[in-house]
Structure formats: structure tokens, C-alpha cells
């Protein structure tokens, strides 16, 4: 394993520990509404504060970006950038539902290198990186290989924050619907990434994510084989927060569905 990994995977852990300890008395949490359907609790920065701290001991010169502290003390000229989700699935985090991951991933000089997400209630670890292949608790991932839409089972998450795009989200969904075997809204889009990575669901898409919710996924995925894309099959996705991932025959099928439904309002 690359050592920026394994020190990746340390953090993870780490993190692990304090939000399993929290999830055995959930109803005491502090949660801080951030906006509307958007909360963070003080589990979502402890975890933080205990990756941060690993990171920096191993890599005290590398760039960072995560959710609860931004653009966190920041060298300005490395070529390297941890971008992090300490919790990703707050929303079921704090509702009891073991559906929530921690999400990091190494870029260089933009490209994203090395991948982990970490499942604290199946103690599922998922890795990957860059020409080095996906592995789930150290064993060999590929994505499925299912190529017919109509068999397929596909993942999205609901847009609750800004519902600019909504109409052209449930355009979609109807669609996406009609042709599946069926449609999953788990609650954490690492953790769905990582589960197209490993063939549990066969595509995935969503609109406006945070590239500490894709970083990590989006590589696991790439090195299981798979592919993703923005909502044109560009590699934009980071910048535009839209997504589309999936074993490479569904991935080109949910693209023929998503792509003619964008708009000036909903771009790539
Ligand atoms: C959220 C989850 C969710 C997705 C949201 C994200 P958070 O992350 O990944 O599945 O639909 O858009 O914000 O806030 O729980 O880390
Ligand atoms: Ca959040
Ligand atoms: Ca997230
Ligand atoms: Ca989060």
C-alpha cells in the first residue's frame, strides 16, 4: 500500500472510532442547523479535527480541503491536496441509520491519486489507487458487469438544499425509473461511489455534491473499471457538483438519458 495511503487509512479509522462511539447515544448529539436540510454536529467535527491531525503529522506540507473547515491552512504551492468528508451521511448519522462513510482523497496537481472510504458499521474499508486497482477490506473490487439499463439498479441522491434544478432532476428520475430495475437513495454519496466500485449498485448520479463527497469515490470507481463523468461524460464534475458513474455500458446509457435534459439552469 503507498504510504500516503496507509496514513489515509489510519485517519479513516480514526475517525471510525469517534463516530461509532457517538452513534450509541445519538439522541444527545449538538446538531447545528447550517441551512436548511443541512446540519453538522459536533461528531462531524471531531472526526475532522482527528483526521486533520493525523494528515498533518505524516504531511505537514500538503494542501488540504475539507467540509467542516474549508481550505484549512493551506500551502499555497503544493502539489498536493487532501480533500476530506469526516461524515458523509449526517443526515442518517443523526437519525440512527447506519448508512454513512468517511471520504479521503489525495489529488496531485488536481488528479485525484489515492481513495478511501471507510463504512464504520460494516467496518467495510474501500481503497484505491491511481494504476493500482479498488479494493474493498483489501481484496479486489470491479464494478458490475451488468450492460442491460432495463436489469440495472441505479443510485442518486434527492436534491434538498437548492431546488434550482429540480425540475430537471425528477424529469430525469422519471425516466431513469422507467428504464431500471429500480432506483436507491441510500444517504451518502461516497459510500454510493464506493458501491458502484463494488458492483452492489450498477450506476449512480446526482446534482449538486461538494468534491469532498466525490474525491475518494470517484477514483474507486475509475480503478474498478468503471467510469464517470459530468452530466455531458466530461471530466468536470468537481467544478459543476453533477455526477454521473457506472459500470462503462450503464454509464453511457444513463448519459443518453441525463445529457438532453440540460439547460442553461442545469449545466454539465
Ligand atoms: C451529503 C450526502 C448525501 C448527498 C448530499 C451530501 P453530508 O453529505 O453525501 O448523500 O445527497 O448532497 O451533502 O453533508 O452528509 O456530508
Ligand atoms: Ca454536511
Ligand atoms: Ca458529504
Ligand atoms: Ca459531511
Keep these: 500500500m503507498h504510504p500516503t495511503l496507509n496514513i489515509a487509512v489510519k485517519a479513516a479509522r480514526r475517525a471510525g472510532q469517534i463516530i461509532n462511539r457517538a452513534s450509541m447515544d445519538v439522541d444527545k448529539l449538538r446538531i447545528d442547523v447550517k441551512q436548511q436540510s443541512d446540519y453538522v454536529t459536533e461528531v462531524d467535527r471531531a472526526a475532522e479535527a482527528a483526521i486533520l491531525d493525523v494528515l498533518r503529522e505524516a504531511y505537514p506540507a500538503y494542501g488540504i480541503l475539507a467540509e467542516e473547515s474549508g481550505l484549512a491552512g493551506t500551502s499555497p504551492d503544493s502539489e498536493y491536496q487532501w480533500i476530506i468528508d469526516p461524515l458523509d451521511g449526517t443526515t442518517n448519522f443523526i437519525h440512527g441509520m447506519p448508512q454513512y462513510a468517511i471520504s479521503i482523497g489525495l489529488a496531485h496537481k488536481g488528479v485525484m491519486t ?72 441510500p444517504g451518502a454519496a461516497s459510500l454510493d461511489l464506493a458501491w458502484v466500485a463494488c458492483g452492489r449498485m450498477d450506476g449512480f448520479w446526482e446534482l449538486g455534491l461538494s468534491p469532498w463527497d466525490m474525491a475518494a469515490g470517484t477514483l474507486l470507481i475509475t480503478e474498478a473499471g468503471g467510469l464517470v463523468g459530468d452530466l455531458s461524460g466530461e471530466a468536470n464534475y468537481m467544478q459543476t457538483g453533477n455526477i454521473v458513474g457506472g459500470n462503462p455500458k450503464i454509464f453511457s446509457q444513463l448519459l443518453q438519458i441525463i445529457a438532453p435534459h440540460r439547460t442553461a439552469k442545469l449545466p454539465a
Excluded at 144 to 172: C, N, S, V
Design 114 to 185: 489515492q481513495a478511501v472510504v471507510y463504512d464504520p458499521n460494516r467496518n467495510e474499508i474501500f481503497t484505491a489507487s491511481k494504476g493500482g486497482g479498488a479494493y474493498l477490506n483489501e481484496k479486489r473490487i470491479r464494478v458490475a458487469k451488468r450492460t442491460k439499463l432495463d436489469e440495472a439498479l441505479i443510485g442518486t441522491g434527492f436534491p434538498y438544499r437548492m431546488f434550482d434544478h429540480i425540475d430537471a432532476y425528477l424529469a430525469i428520475f422519471r425516466e431513469v425509473a422507467q428504464k431500471t430495475a429500480g432506483m436507491r437513495r
